[in-house]
């Protein structure tokens, strides 16, 4: 349910396409009316454990709704609070939420375009090594966090080794002895 500010935004049916785009992910949230409104103060806003998103339309991405959404689960559903764990869990749930760098945990520069999107090749990494860290946190492991960003940092590109272009699988490098993979639907 948009608020009436938003529902009048220049942006809003993009909005729109990305919260469904982005909802389908969270079938946690199902029956739960989620009301969603304007700001400009931040990318988004949302109380953990509430019902509410405030978002900023011109800064919205796939990434930063999920962030919000796991705002919501936060508290609930086996999801600590914080915003890295926030980070974490969101970059967790579809490969194809990974469009941009997330807001608290690090990821190696390398893997940003100039124009500061994750590069296509590294999104399902990311996401298998999310994935991987939220397992090794249900099973008690206290620095997940800390495991997804070395992780990471091990499959920063060398200089010697540039980048992969073109296919964008990276699940093929989740060599690191238990990266789970994401599915490429």
Same mark, same amino acid.
């Given at each position: 349910?948009?608020?009436?500010?938003?529902? $009048?935004?220049?942006?809003?049916?993009?909005?729109? +396409?990305?919260?469904? &785009?982005?909802? $389908?992910?969270?079938?946690?949230?199902?029956?739960?009316?989620?009301?969603?409104?304007?700001? %400009?103060?931040?990318?988004?806003?949302?109380? #953990?454990?509430?019902?509410?998103?405030?978002?900023?339309?011109?800064?919205?991405?796939?990434?930063?709704?999920?962030?919000?959404?796991?705002?919501?689960?936060?508290?609930?559903?086996?999801?600590?609070?914080?915003?890295?764990?926030?980070?974490?869990?969101?970059?967790?749930?579809?490969? /194809?939420?990974?469009?941009?760098?997330?807001? &608290?945990?690090?990821? #190696?520069?390398?893997?940003?375009?100039?124009?500061?999107?994750? %590069?296509?090749?590294?999104?399902?990494?990311?996401?298998?090594?999310? %994935?991987?860290?939220?397992?090794? %946190?249900?099973?008690?492991?206290?620095?997940?966090?800390? &495991?997804?960003?070395?992780?990471?940092?091990?499959? +920063? #590109?060398?200089?010697?080794?540039? +980048?992969? /272009?073109?296919?964008?699988?990276?699940?093929?490098?989740?060599?690191?002895?238990?990266?789970?993979?994401?599915?490429?639907?």
């Amino acid at each position: 349910m948009l608020t009436r500010p938003l529902s $009048r935004h220049r942006l809003r049916n993009n909005l729109v +396409r990305k919260l469904h &785009y982005v909802r $389908r992910f969270f079938p946690e949230l199902d029956g739960q009316t989620i009301r969603v409104g304007l700001t %400009r103060a931040a990318t988004g806003l949302a109380v #953990p454990g509430g019902d509410e998103l405030w978002i900023n339309p011109s800064q919205t991405s796939y990434h930063s709704l999920a962030h919000e959404f796991v705002h919501l689960l936060q508290g609930k559903h086996d999801i600590p609070t914080g915003e890295k764990s926030c980070d974490v869990f969101a970059l967790a749930r579809h490969w /194809t939420l990974n469009d941009s760098p997330p807001f &608290y945990v690090r990821l #190696p520069v390398e893997f940003r375009t100039s124009g500061g999107k994750i %590069r296509p090749e590294y999104a399902r990494l990311i996401c298998a090594t999310a %994935r991987r860290a939220v397992e090794m %946190r249900k099973a008690g492991t206290r620095n997940y966090i800390s &495991y997804f960003e070395k992780t990471l940092e091990h499959h +920063r #590109p060398s200089p010697s080794h540039p +980048r992969r /272009t073109g296919t964008g699988h990276a699940d093929e490098h989740s060599t690191d002895g238990g990266v789970s993979r994401c599915p490429r639907s």
